[in-house]
């Protein structure tokens, strides 16, 4: 069971981004995909989180309106369209997956998550 994140890299303020999330070794159906980012210096950070089996989302204030979590099921992805990005976006997400439902509060959380990608880096910078 693999998680593997892309899509990261060096953007100016107020541009967008969109990272991707693909699996191998399991189907992200009736997963739990979460997004997460650790800024340096910084505790992880819940950002987003997708439940495959209805499509239903939760995303963190500190980016909501902002950041939209996805399923693209033609390539069984679940993406993160960063939009409007600040410096303080700035660190290394990861997207990570857990099986077991919860509250979005709890998912948010680095302990409620089974398994992790390796994480890709996003730059906001002018």
């Known amino acids: 069971v693999q998680l593997q994140a892309s899509g990261g890299g060096l953007t100016q303020p107020g541009e967008s981004l969109k990272l991707s999330c693909a699996a191998s070794g399991f189907p992200l159906d009736s997963y739990v995909i979460c997004w997460f980012r650790q800024a340096p210096g910084k505790e992880r950070e819940g950002v987003s989180c997708?439940?495959?089996?209805?499509?239903?989302?939760y995303t963190a204030d500190s980016v909501k309106g902002r950041f939209t979590i996805s399923r693209d099921k033609a390539k069984d992805t679940v993406d993160l369209q960063m939009n409007s990005l600040k410096p303080e976006d700035t660190a290394v997400y990861y997207c990570?997956?857990?099986?077991?439902?919860?509250?979005?509060?709890?998912?948010?959380?680095?302990?409620?998550?089974?398994?992790w990608g390796q994480g890709t880096q996003v730059t906001v910078s002018s």
């Open positions: 990570a997956a857990t099986i077991y439902a919860n509250s979005w509060s709890r998912l948010l959380t680095e302990s409620a998550m089974d398994y």
């Open positions: 997708l439940s495959s089996s209805d499509g239903s989302t």
